[in-house]
């Protein structure tokens, strides 16, 4: 069974970073393309950022490009999420996620293993 265990969340003023990670059993990680996602209280859950498979493409929603990077280590089976200039809307618990077959994608319906969440809090 693949387990995903995310991390690295926590609570940082306005204009500060956090980076989180996200470590994915087995030996296979290097084939799964992997997703980061993100759900406010009371909202739905958002995509934030993806990456291939290879590292080769990225995919960002629009509200954190140029502040968020999402990178991989497939030797050591981790996936993370720099997060520079938060903002107090960047408020949520985020999740990583990771995705068996074919291409990168925003649609989290297309994920198969999902980590438990981290709450990342930004205070203005």
């Known amino acids: 069974q693949v387990q995903v265990v995310d991390s690295g969340g926590g609570l940082v003023q306005a204009g500060g970073s956090l980076s989180l990670s996200c470590v994915v059993s087995?030996?296979?990680?290097?084939?799964?393309?992997m997703g980061w996602f993100r759900q406010a209280p009371g909202k739905e859950r958002e995509f934030v950022a993806a990456i291939s498979w290879t590292g080769g493409r990225t995919y960002y929603v629009d509200s954190v490009k140029g502040r968020f990077t999402i990178s991989r280590d497939n030797a050591k089976n981790t996936v993370y999420l720099q997060m520079n200039n938060l903002k107090p809307e960047d408020t949520a618990v985020y999740y990583c996620a990771a995705k068996r077959d074919g291409g990168v994608t925003r649609d989290a319906g297309f994920y198969d293993y999902w980590g438990q969440g981290t709450q990342v809090t930004v205070s203005s």
């Open positions: 087995g030996r296979t990680f290097s084939t799964y393309s």
